[in-house]
Protein backbone atom coordinates (compact mmCIF):
# COMPACT_ATOMS: atom_id res chain seq x y z
CA UNK A 1 0.00 0.00 0.00
CA UNK A 2 1.30 3.48 -0.96
CA UNK A 3 1.61 6.33 1.54
CA UNK A 4 0.82 9.15 -0.07
CA UNK A 5 1.33 13.31 1.63
CA UNK A 6 -1.50 14.61 2.82
CA UNK A 7 -0.92 17.27 -0.12
CA UNK A 8 -1.15 14.79 -2.72
CA UNK A 9 -4.03 13.05 -1.06
CA UNK A 10 -5.75 16.28 -1.28
CA UNK A 11 -5.22 16.84 -4.88
CA UNK A 12 -6.75 13.32 -5.53
CA UNK A 13 -9.64 13.58 -3.75
CA UNK A 14 -10.58 17.00 -5.70
CA UNK A 15 -11.36 14.62 -8.67
CA UNK A 16 -9.80 16.94 -11.45
CA UNK A 17 -5.98 16.03 -11.16
CA UNK A 18 -3.10 17.29 -12.79
CA UNK A 19 -1.17 13.79 -12.78
CA UNK A 20 1.41 12.58 -15.32
CA UNK A 21 3.63 9.60 -15.19
CA UNK A 22 8.11 10.05 -15.26
CA UNK A 23 10.19 7.09 -15.84
CA UNK A 24 13.86 7.49 -14.39
CA UNK A 25 16.12 5.36 -16.04
CA UNK A 26 19.67 3.72 -14.81
CA UNK A 27 21.71 2.12 -17.32
CA UNK A 28 24.68 -0.09 -16.33
CA UNK A 29 26.93 2.25 -17.96
CA UNK A 30 25.96 5.30 -15.01
CA UNK A 31 23.91 6.84 -17.25
CA UNK A 32 20.83 8.09 -15.85
CA UNK A 33 17.95 9.70 -17.51
CA UNK A 34 14.62 10.97 -17.14
CA UNK A 35 11.42 10.82 -19.07
CA UNK A 36 7.73 12.38 -18.94
CA UNK A 37 4.40 12.14 -21.09
CA UNK A 38 3.91 15.40 -20.09
CA UNK A 39 4.15 18.07 -22.24
CA UNK A 40 6.64 19.55 -20.98
CA UNK A 41 9.76 19.20 -18.70
CA UNK A 42 9.14 18.54 -14.89
CA UNK A 43 12.03 18.50 -12.42
CA UNK A 44 12.21 16.87 -9.02
CA UNK A 45 15.06 15.19 -7.05
CA UNK A 46 17.46 17.08 -8.76
CA UNK A 47 16.89 15.75 -12.16
CA UNK A 48 15.01 17.20 -15.56
CA UNK A 49 12.35 14.98 -16.87
CA UNK A 50 12.69 15.26 -20.62
CA UNK A 51 9.15 15.47 -22.42
CA UNK A 52 10.19 15.51 -26.10
CA UNK A 53 11.09 11.94 -25.87
CA UNK A 54 7.39 11.01 -26.83
CA UNK A 55 6.79 8.35 -24.44
CA UNK A 56 3.01 6.95 -24.09
CA UNK A 57 2.71 4.15 -21.14
CA UNK A 58 0.51 1.74 -21.55
CA UNK A 59 -1.87 0.23 -18.64
CA UNK A 60 0.30 -1.74 -16.13
CA UNK A 61 -0.17 -5.42 -16.11
CA UNK A 62 -0.33 -7.19 -13.04
CA UNK A 63 -1.75 -10.15 -11.65
CA UNK A 64 -1.80 -11.30 -7.43
CA UNK A 65 0.44 -14.46 -8.17
CA UNK A 66 3.92 -14.09 -8.67
CA UNK A 67 4.19 -13.27 -12.35
CA UNK A 68 5.94 -10.41 -13.52
CA UNK A 69 4.03 -6.74 -13.65
CA UNK A 70 4.69 -4.95 -16.75
CA UNK A 71 4.12 -2.12 -18.64
CA UNK A 72 4.99 -1.18 -22.06
CA UNK A 73 6.52 2.95 -22.81
CA UNK A 74 6.46 3.64 -26.68
CA UNK A 75 8.02 6.15 -27.71
CA UNK A 76 9.66 7.84 -31.00
CA UNK A 77 13.38 8.26 -31.73
CA UNK A 78 13.13 11.98 -31.03
CA UNK A 79 15.29 12.63 -28.22
CA UNK A 80 19.03 13.42 -28.61
CA UNK A 81 19.74 10.82 -25.60
CA UNK A 82 17.97 7.90 -27.50
CA UNK A 83 19.61 6.69 -30.09
CA UNK A 84 18.91 3.51 -32.26
CA UNK A 85 22.45 3.03 -32.11
CA UNK A 86 21.98 2.52 -28.51
CA UNK A 87 19.31 0.08 -28.49
CA UNK A 88 20.92 -1.98 -30.75
CA UNK A 89 24.16 -1.87 -28.88
CA UNK A 90 22.47 -3.11 -25.69
CA UNK A 91 22.98 0.19 -23.59
CA UNK A 92 19.68 0.00 -22.39
CA UNK A 93 19.02 -4.10 -22.20
CA UNK A 94 18.02 -4.56 -18.26
CA UNK A 95 18.10 -0.63 -17.60
CA UNK A 96 16.89 0.35 -14.05
CA UNK A 97 13.58 1.86 -13.94
CA UNK A 98 11.82 3.97 -11.40
CA UNK A 99 7.90 4.54 -12.26
CA UNK A 100 6.49 7.79 -10.44
CA UNK A 101 2.83 9.36 -10.47
CA UNK A 102 3.96 13.05 -10.39
CA UNK A 103 1.44 16.21 -10.03
CA UNK A 104 2.56 18.00 -12.40
CA UNK A 105 1.71 21.64 -11.05
CA UNK A 106 3.72 21.01 -8.07
CA UNK A 107 5.99 18.36 -8.60
CA UNK A 108 6.67 17.56 -4.29
CA UNK A 109 3.44 15.64 -5.03
CA UNK A 110 4.70 12.75 -6.08
CA UNK A 111 4.65 9.15 -5.53
CA UNK A 112 6.60 5.82 -6.63
CA UNK A 113 4.67 3.70 -8.38
CA UNK A 114 6.72 1.07 -9.11
CA UNK A 115 10.59 -0.19 -9.70
CA UNK A 116 11.92 -2.93 -12.19
CA UNK A 117 14.15 -3.15 -15.02
CA UNK A 118 13.80 -2.79 -19.24
CA UNK A 119 13.35 -6.15 -20.49
CA UNK A 120 12.28 -6.43 -24.43
CA UNK A 121 12.72 -3.72 -26.44
CA UNK A 122 11.26 -3.95 -29.71
CA UNK A 123 12.18 -1.67 -33.10
CA UNK A 124 10.63 -0.04 -35.76
CA UNK A 125 11.82 2.14 -38.14
CA UNK A 126 10.47 5.00 -36.43
CA UNK A 127 9.55 4.17 -33.10
CA UNK A 128 10.34 1.56 -30.21
CA UNK A 129 8.52 -0.22 -27.58
CA UNK A 130 10.46 -0.72 -24.20
CA UNK A 131 8.80 -3.61 -21.76
CA UNK A 132 9.16 -2.39 -18.30
CA UNK A 133 9.57 -5.61 -16.14
CA UNK A 134 8.83 -5.46 -12.36
CA UNK A 135 11.25 -7.06 -9.52
CA UNK A 136 9.15 -10.19 -9.09
CA UNK A 137 11.24 -10.84 -13.01
CA UNK A 138 13.90 -11.34 -10.69
CA UNK A 139 12.45 -14.53 -9.26
CA UNK A 140 12.34 -16.20 -12.62
CA UNK A 141 15.98 -15.47 -13.40
CA UNK A 142 18.38 -19.51 -12.99
CA UNK A 143 20.57 -19.61 -10.10
CA UNK A 144 23.66 -21.68 -9.04
CA UNK A 145 24.80 -24.30 -11.43
CA UNK A 146 23.35 -26.86 -13.55
CA UNK A 147 24.91 -30.48 -13.79
CA UNK A 148 25.98 -30.79 -17.48
CA UNK A 149 29.08 -32.19 -19.48
CA UNK A 150 30.35 -28.98 -21.23
CA UNK A 151 31.75 -26.05 -19.07
CA UNK A 152 29.72 -23.32 -17.71
CA UNK A 153 32.58 -20.74 -17.44
CA UNK A 154 33.63 -17.75 -19.28
CA UNK A 155 36.77 -18.64 -21.24
CA UNK A 156 39.39 -16.29 -19.89
CA UNK A 157 36.81 -15.40 -16.70
CA UNK A 158 38.67 -16.42 -13.26
CA UNK A 159 37.19 -19.30 -13.14
CA UNK A 160 37.58 -20.20 -16.21
CA UNK A 161 41.68 -19.31 -15.67
CA UNK A 162 43.37 -19.68 -19.29
CA UNK A 163 45.48 -16.01 -20.12
CA UNK A 164 43.67 -15.19 -23.78
CA UNK A 165 46.53 -12.84 -24.08
CA UNK A 166 49.13 -15.07 -24.12
CA UNK A 167 50.34 -14.46 -27.75
CA UNK A 168 48.85 -17.85 -28.92
CA UNK A 169 45.14 -16.63 -28.25
CA UNK A 170 45.23 -13.44 -29.30
CA UNK A 171 45.94 -11.73 -32.77
CA UNK A 172 45.01 -8.65 -34.22
CA UNK A 173 44.41 -7.89 -38.50
CA UNK A 174 41.90 -6.03 -40.45
CA UNK A 175 38.85 -6.13 -42.83
CA UNK A 176 40.35 -7.15 -46.56
CA UNK A 177 36.44 -7.49 -47.85
CA UNK A 178 32.88 -8.17 -46.76
CA UNK A 179 31.21 -11.46 -47.40
CA UNK A 180 27.95 -10.78 -45.96
CA UNK A 181 26.48 -8.63 -43.17
CA UNK A 182 28.59 -10.75 -40.48
CA UNK A 183 31.16 -12.54 -42.41
CA UNK A 184 34.25 -10.71 -43.63
CA UNK A 185 38.12 -11.52 -45.04
CA UNK A 186 40.80 -10.31 -42.72
CA UNK A 187 44.40 -10.15 -42.61
CA UNK A 188 46.57 -10.56 -39.98
CA UNK A 189 45.15 -14.19 -39.02
CA UNK A 190 47.25 -16.62 -41.18
CA UNK A 191 49.60 -18.01 -38.52
CA UNK A 192 46.22 -19.60 -36.68
CA UNK A 193 44.66 -22.49 -37.70
CA UNK A 194 41.33 -22.86 -38.62
CA UNK A 195 39.01 -22.74 -36.43
CA UNK A 196 41.39 -21.40 -33.77
CA UNK A 197 39.00 -18.14 -32.94
CA UNK A 198 35.57 -20.10 -33.12
CA UNK A 199 33.23 -19.06 -30.35
CA UNK A 200 35.66 -16.24 -29.42
CA UNK A 201 35.45 -12.46 -29.38
CA UNK A 202 36.65 -9.55 -31.51
CA UNK A 203 37.04 -6.17 -30.51
CA UNK A 204 36.85 -3.57 -32.86
CA UNK A 205 40.05 -0.74 -32.50
CA UNK A 206 39.06 1.34 -35.41
CA UNK A 207 36.32 1.80 -38.00
CA UNK A 208 32.50 2.89 -36.91
CA UNK A 209 32.43 0.16 -34.23
CA UNK A 210 35.18 0.95 -32.79
CA UNK A 211 34.92 0.02 -29.04
CA UNK A 212 32.61 -2.41 -29.45
CA UNK A 213 32.98 -6.34 -29.06
CA UNK A 214 31.27 -8.90 -30.58
CA UNK A 215 31.07 -12.99 -30.93
CA UNK A 216 32.29 -14.87 -32.97
CA UNK A 217 30.35 -18.07 -34.56
CA UNK A 218 33.44 -19.37 -37.04
CA UNK A 219 36.56 -18.90 -38.40
CA UNK A 220 37.72 -20.45 -41.55
CA UNK A 221 40.91 -20.51 -43.86
CA UNK A 222 41.01 -21.74 -46.93
CA UNK A 223 44.07 -21.05 -49.68
CA UNK A 224 45.31 -18.35 -47.33
CA UNK A 225 42.24 -16.43 -47.06
CA UNK A 226 40.75 -16.33 -43.55
CA UNK A 227 37.13 -15.27 -43.24
CA UNK A 228 35.43 -14.70 -39.36
CA UNK A 229 31.51 -14.94 -39.18
CA UNK A 230 30.09 -12.90 -36.31
CA UNK A 231 27.41 -14.88 -34.25
CA UNK A 232 25.18 -11.36 -34.89
CA UNK A 233 25.09 -8.75 -37.52
CA UNK A 234 27.46 -5.38 -36.28
CA UNK A 235 25.32 -2.23 -34.74
CA UNK A 236 26.98 -0.57 -37.54
CA UNK A 237 28.42 -1.58 -41.01
CA UNK A 238 31.88 -3.10 -40.89
CA UNK A 239 34.30 -1.19 -43.86
CA UNK A 240 37.38 -2.86 -45.41
CA UNK A 241 40.17 -0.75 -43.25
CA UNK A 242 38.47 -1.55 -39.73
CA UNK A 243 41.30 -2.94 -37.65
CA UNK A 244 40.25 -5.25 -34.38
CA UNK A 245 42.04 -7.63 -32.09
CA UNK A 246 40.98 -11.16 -32.00
CA UNK A 247 40.52 -13.74 -29.07
CA UNK A 248 40.68 -17.55 -28.92
CA UNK A 249 37.32 -19.43 -28.88
CA UNK A 250 36.19 -22.52 -26.79
CA UNK A 251 33.56 -25.13 -27.66
CA UNK A 252 33.08 -25.81 -23.62
CA UNK A 253 34.54 -29.67 -24.17
CA UNK A 254 36.96 -31.16 -22.05
CA UNK A 255 39.02 -32.73 -24.95
CA UNK A 256 39.59 -28.60 -26.11
CA UNK A 257 40.10 -27.51 -22.22
CA UNK A 258 42.77 -30.01 -22.76
CA UNK A 259 44.94 -29.84 -25.87
CA UNK A 260 43.67 -25.88 -26.67
CA UNK A 261 44.73 -24.52 -23.60
CA UNK A 262 46.06 -27.01 -21.20
CA UNK A 263 43.62 -26.03 -18.52
CA UNK A 264 41.73 -29.09 -17.29
CA UNK A 265 42.43 -28.66 -14.23
CA UNK A 266 39.96 -26.17 -14.49
CA UNK A 267 37.75 -27.69 -16.32
CA UNK A 268 34.06 -26.67 -14.57
CA UNK A 269 32.07 -29.25 -16.46
CA UNK A 270 30.89 -32.77 -15.78
CA UNK A 271 32.28 -34.76 -18.32
CA UNK A 272 31.30 -38.19 -17.18
CA UNK A 273 27.34 -37.51 -16.55
CA UNK A 274 24.88 -39.99 -18.07
CA UNK A 275 23.23 -38.38 -21.11
CA UNK A 276 20.28 -39.57 -22.96
CA UNK A 277 21.56 -42.31 -24.59
CA UNK A 278 22.49 -43.76 -20.71
CA UNK A 279 18.81 -42.84 -19.78
CA UNK A 280 17.12 -44.48 -22.41
CA UNK A 281 19.67 -47.71 -22.46
CA UNK A 282 17.64 -51.09 -21.91
CA UNK A 283 19.25 -54.42 -20.97
CA UNK A 284 20.05 -56.62 -24.50
CA UNK A 285 21.40 -60.85 -24.56
CA UNK A 286 24.69 -59.48 -25.58
CA UNK A 287 25.18 -56.55 -23.49
CA UNK A 288 27.13 -56.09 -20.53
CA UNK A 289 24.52 -57.12 -17.87
CA UNK A 290 26.97 -57.65 -15.08
CA UNK A 291 25.09 -54.93 -12.72
CA UNK A 292 28.41 -52.89 -12.43
CA UNK A 293 28.67 -49.43 -12.81
CA UNK A 294 28.00 -47.96 -16.67
Same mark, same amino acid.
Given at each position: M? =??? @???? =?????????? #? %?CWRIM???????????HDRALTFDGMEFEPESGFTASEVRSGSDLSVDAQDAEGVLTSDRISETDIRDGRWDNAQVELWR?? %? *???????????? #???? &?????? #??????? !???????QNDGRSFQATCDAVVGDARCGADLDDASFRGSGAVTGLSGDRSFT???????? *?? %???????? %???? @?????? *??? !???? !??????????LETPVLPVAAGD??? &?? =?????? #???? !??????? *?NFRGFPDIPGQ?????? =???SGDNSGSVL
Open positions: K =ALG @AAFQ =AHLDEGTTTL #A %WRADGVVLGFTDVN %W *ADTSQRVLMRRG #AIGQ &IRRGRL #AFVAEMR !SLAHLLGASGLEGFA *AG %WFSFGTIT %WTSG @ANAGRQ *AEI !SGHG !SDGGITTVTLAFT &IH =AGCDKC #AETC !STKFGNI *ADTVLRY =ARR
